[in-house]
């Protein structure tokens, strides 16, 4: 590649339904790249294969996108001066692209209908034949240009019959091609088909749309997933037929990501079938329909927690770290890190990656993130107190919804006991002891923490109290069970007055 040539990189997904977290992969790693390289990141959506589109999709994807932060520098949506960047705006480009193929003899017509197709296979597969596809070989008995004469096939297509133009791939040709994560990958020609380029409904087909539109939109690099390095021969021999091959991109086929277990690839359709979201946001986005998968940002993930895990899944830096921002991203990535071998996807790792991120939030950033969650509860205590809250629980939660279950007795006193604490704590003694407690209490000049660690311990030794069993019956007289952050917290923050009258309370209900 010339070396001064600018990195141009595109995410090119067809809108065929919600975009799946290894197309957002594929999207992050073609941002870090161009961002690395002071390049630009362009968004294209091809969707000429009008069979597949899905209403929604597109707005589907540029969402997703955007909340992850992967924003295009050009493309659908921003602009730039290589569009229209949707392929069915395109339409016309194409044309004149086919054209030149017919002319120099890349490509040519063929007219066979679908039953011919079928029959054609049918046959192959009778004669077991070497070679199943239509290619330099099975050309020669269908009904194309090297079979039909020229003025018969022109009449054909001039009176509006269906065609379509295939690309006329050479026999017995050694390919060495070059991929960035692989190497290099030799193929023979003779191994490949006339793929269909183009339709008479004046639709390209994906192959002649995508070379056209790297060509024309200047991609330095062609960065996607590795189900399409199979077509990576013929859209070298595209560059070739074109003569563009000194302005070819360089490719890389990135690792699929793989099922938990490594048993194949994470498909759209595993949905939430494994317990986990393939999305990033659920699907559909309208509202008002009902869900049919969840999505990432709904499952309460930072969306820098989530494009971090999907960065590691196929790259690694080369070092223990794994917290990286956007930022430190950028910096680390190369693609010279990026395996060749799948990764397995792993939900518990990615609800790591939120909780590392969440017990990053400063205190009062988790209480914006919390107050929904907090059931109108969010001023009950004043600011810097909900904020201490957030705090004092932040360690015990992978995702900001979870956090009722670790501060409601922070806002409601307990009416149940745990029954498996109370057997293991409540001792004949216990009521004895909290009453003396109660006096301690009353009794303390100040309460805070501060004056709790200097008063409680020191009792509960002199007593030769069972300090498990003490402490425990403190929390389950004010939390409900035996679990909760630091008892001394929980007392100064619900106060003195309400320590001891949950005291009491217990006191009257526990038997
Ligand atoms: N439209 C293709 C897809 O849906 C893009 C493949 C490519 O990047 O060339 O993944």
Redesign the pocket.
């Known amino acids: 590649m010339n070396e001064t040539k600018e990195v141009r990189v595109r995410f090119?997904?067809?809108p065929t339904g919600p975009l799946h977290i290894g197309g957002v992969r594929t999207a992050l790693y073609n941002y870090l790249f161009a961002k690395k390289n002071n390049g630009k990141f362009l968004l294209r959506i091809?969707d000429t294969d009008r069979t597949r589109f899905v209403p929604g999709a597109q707005d589907y994807i540029i969402e997703s996108l955007h909340w992850c932060g992967i924003i295009p520098d050009e493309g659908v949506s921003v602009g730039g001066d290589c569009g229209p960047y949707i392929q069915s705006e395109r339409k016309e480009i194409y044309k004149k692209y086919v054209a030149q193929l017919l002319e120099n003899g890349c490509a040519y017509y063929a007219i066979d209908t679908p039953e011919e197709l079928d029959a054609m296979r049918k046959r192959l597969q009778d004669e077991k034949s070497a070679s199943m596809q239509y290619d330099y070989i099975n050309r020669m008995s269908m009904r194309n240009s090297f079979t039909i004469p020229k003025e018969e096939l022109d009449e054909w297509i001039s009176s509006g019959k269906p065609y379509v133009v295939r690309f006329n791939m050479p026999a017995n040709e050694e390919l060495v091609l070059h991929d960035m994560i692989r190497g290099e990958v030799r193929v023979n020609t003779s191994t490949l088909d006339d793929k269909v380029l183009y339709k008479s409904d004046g639709m390209p087909t994906?192959h002649l749309a995508?070379i056209v539109d790297d060509h024309l939109m200047r991609i330095s690099h062609?960065i996607?997933?590795e189900e399409?390095l199979p077509s990576m021969p013929l859209h070298v021999m595209l560059y070739r037929a074109f003569g563009w091959e000194d302005s070819m991109p360089q490719f890389a086929h990135l690792p699929l990501l793989l099922k938990p277990d490594g048993n194949g690839k994470l498909s759209k359709r595993d949905g939430d079938r494994l317990g986990f979201p393939v999305f990033p946001l659920r699907w559909p986005q309208d509202m008002s329909q009902p869900e049919i998968a969840s999505g990432y940002r709904e499952t309460g993930y930072y969306p820098e927690a989530f494009i971090n895990m999907l960065a590691l899944l196929g790259w690694n830096p080369g070092t223990e770290q794994e917290i990286f921002t956007k930022q430190e991203l950028v910096e680390a990535f190369s693609m010279d890190r990026v395996s060749k071998s799948g990764a397995k996807f792993n939900p518990e790792k990615a609800k790591w990656f939120n909780h590392e991120y969440l017990i990053r939030r400063t205190d009062a950033e988790l209480l914006k993130d919390a107050t929904p969650y907090l059931h109108g509860y969010e001023n009950m205590y004043d600011g810097l107190t909900m904020e201490r809250i957030c705090g004092l629980v932040k360690e015990r939660l992978h995702f900001v919804k979870e956090i009722w279950e670790q501060v409601h007795f922070f806002f409601e006193a307990p009416t149940q006991y745990d029954e498996k604490a109370v057997a293991k704590r409540w001792k004949p003694e216990t009521p004895a002891i909290m009453n003396e407690l109660i006096n301690i209490i009353g009794e303390m000049e100040v309460f805070n923490v501060e004056s709790m660690e200097n008063t409680i311990p020191e009792w509960i030794t002199s007593h030769q109290y069972h300090s498990g069993n003490t402490y425990n019956s403190i929390r389950i007289c004010l939390v409900g069970e035996a679990k909760g952050p630091h008892l001394y917290d929980i007392m100064e923050i619900i106060g003195r007055d309400e320590t001891v009258k949950r005291i009491r309370q217990a006191l009257s209900v526990i038997k």
């Open positions: 090119a997904p067809s091809e994906y995508n062609v996607r997933g399409w």
